[in-house]
Each structure stands twice: as C-alpha cells, then as structure tokens.
C-alpha cells in the first residue's frame, strides 16, 4: 500500500539554484538600460531646455521659467534673430562670429590633418633611431598646460604683428592638437595589418602608393573622428580667441561672442540660450553626418588566411 502510494505521489521539482551567472545577467539587464537613460536624461535635458529658454519670451521665462515646454503662442524666433543680426543693424553680429569660427575650425582640421597623417604612418611604419621615444614625446608636448604658452605667443604675435589676425589663432590652435593626433592616428595604423601593404608593395606600388590606396581607406574612421575631435576643438576654444582677438570684435570667433554675452547684464537669458544652441548645433550636426564613418572593422576580412 506504501509502495503504491509512493507511486502516485507527484515527483517535486528541484528548486533551481541562483548561479552567479544568471545574477550577473539578471542585474546587467536592469542597470545597462537603467544608465543609458541617466546619461541621456543628463545630456540630453540641459540642451533641451537651453532650446526651449530660447523660443520663449522673456516675460514667460520670467513668469514660469520652469516650464519644459513651449506653447505656438509662446514661440518667438526674435532671439535668433537679434543674435544673427550684424551689430550695425542692432543685433548681435553672431552670423559673423559663426564665419570666423567655421574658417579657423576648417582651417585647423585640414592642415592638422595633412600634416599629422604622414608623421603619424612614418612614426607606425618605419623604423628609426629613438622611435618610441618620439611617439611618447607627441603625447607629453599635449600634456602641457595652455596658460603656460599663452604669454609668449601673446608677446610673438604682437611683435611680429599679427595679433588680431585670424592666421594667429590657426597657427596657436594647429600646434596644439598635431601632437595629441599624431598619437592617436598612430595608434590606428598600428592596428592595419602590415601584410596588405606587402602585398601592394609586390605588385609594384610605391610608398605614397600604398599609403593612399591601402593605408587611408582603412584608417578612415580614426581620421574622421580625429578630424571631429579638432574641430570641437578649435570651435569650443576661447582662452587663445579672447587674447589675440578681443581687440577686434569683427574676427571674434563665435565662443568669445558668447562669452561678451554672458558678461552682458543687458543681454536678456532668452539671447544668451539662443547664441549658446549656435554655439552647439553645428558641433552635433557635423558629429552625425560623420557617425556613418565611425565605425570599426573595415579590416575585418580583408587579409585571407
């Protein structure tokens, strides 16, 4: 009868045991999504409400300035509209300063590059006397301080003339960040596999050869976010703008007319967030017209084995 019994009792499951696997899964589904909205709620909000600070009106901002949102009644495009506007005209003269800072920034970008590619490939392919030391000498000269050099090129460019000059600031801004992207771009052809360019170099082409048709296409995503890193750079920077051109307001790059704003007690909240989302926009919109070069493993399949 026990025996019976025993049969027609239903077996009781094992209870499953917590492994540290699934622990660890079980948490990174929770906290992986948990910190992609922190950090876009972190980054994303003070820009948002930058936008909307400077849609509104002043005397709404003052009334609710809370508000995270803008009504179509409240939409007032005015504040663009005075920051674009040439200071002859009564406005601020940003459309100038968005000149002036697109041709440094270009100008930087583009002479930093055509001088950085070649001496970072040299540094990764050739080899010479003190090579390594070289490379770690590229990465220490960025190490430096900007305020150290800011006297003497401030004392240079006053004596041979050029302070005030837009080439001044392309020259400061060029010398800074050519080391830091020697380094990097460095870093990024050590990585292109060396039998590639062996074999182009077996079926006759020469060194300039490879480096344009082998080297280049495949470091291109290094080279963009590089050429990316200079331009916010050169766009962002105001220590070296505010010394060599706060003489001449019609060669202000566009971070030291923000800057005259903020220092305004005349220059109403709602001008000051639409000069600083000009300040911001063209950086996120060249970021996402260049993010389809950002990726990785163009390499991958390309050397057979």
Do not use: C, H
Request: proline share 5%; aromatic share 12%.
């Amino acid at each position: 009868m026990s025996t019976l019994t025993a049969a027609r009792r239903p077996a009781v499951a094992p209870r499953r045991r917590w492994s540290r696997d699934r622990v660890e899964n079980l948490l990174l589904a929770v906290v992986q999504p948990a910190t992609v909205v922190g950090l876009l709620l972190i980054t994303v909000v003070p820009f948002y409400y930058m936008v909307i600070l400077s849609l509104r009106p002043l005397d709404a901002v003052l009334q609710d300035p809370g508000a995270l949102w803008v009504t179509v009644e409240e939409l007032n495009l005015s504040t663009y509209v005075s920051v674009l506007t040439p200071t002859e005209d009564g406005g601020q003269g940003f459309l100038t300063f968005i000149g002036n800072s697109l041709l440094v920034a270009l100008g930087t970008v583009v002479i930093t590059l055509l001088v950085s590619i070649p001496g970072a490939y040299a540094v990764s392919r050739l080899r010479f006397f003190g090579q390594r030391q070289v490379s770690a000498l590229f990465l220490g000269v960025y190490f430096f301080p900007t305020i150290l050099l800011a006297i003497p090129l401030f004392v240079f460019f006053t004596r041979v003339g050029l302070r005030g000059e837009l080439f001044a600031l392309l020259f400061v801004y060029v010398a800074q960040v050519v080391p830091v992207s020697i380094y990097l771009l460095r870093n990024y052809f050590d990585t292109i596999p060396a039998s590639l360019e062996e074999a182009a170099a077996i079926d006759g082409a020469n060194r300039v050869q490879v480096l344009w048709r082998i080297s280049l296409p495949l470091a291109m995503p290094s080279i963009v976010s590089n050429g990316l890193f200079i331009f916010m750079i050169a766009w962002n920077e105001f220590l070296f703008a505010l010394l060599f051109l706060v003489e001449r307001r019609e060669n202000w790059t566009v971070s030291l007319g923000l800057s005259q704003l903020a220092g305004s007690i005349e220059i109403p909240t709602t001008v000051l967030m639409a000069g600083s989302v000009i300040l911001t926009v063209p950086v996120i919109a060249i970021f996402f017209a260049g993010s389809r070069l950002l990726t990785g493993g163009l390499t991958a399949g390309a050397e057979k084995g």
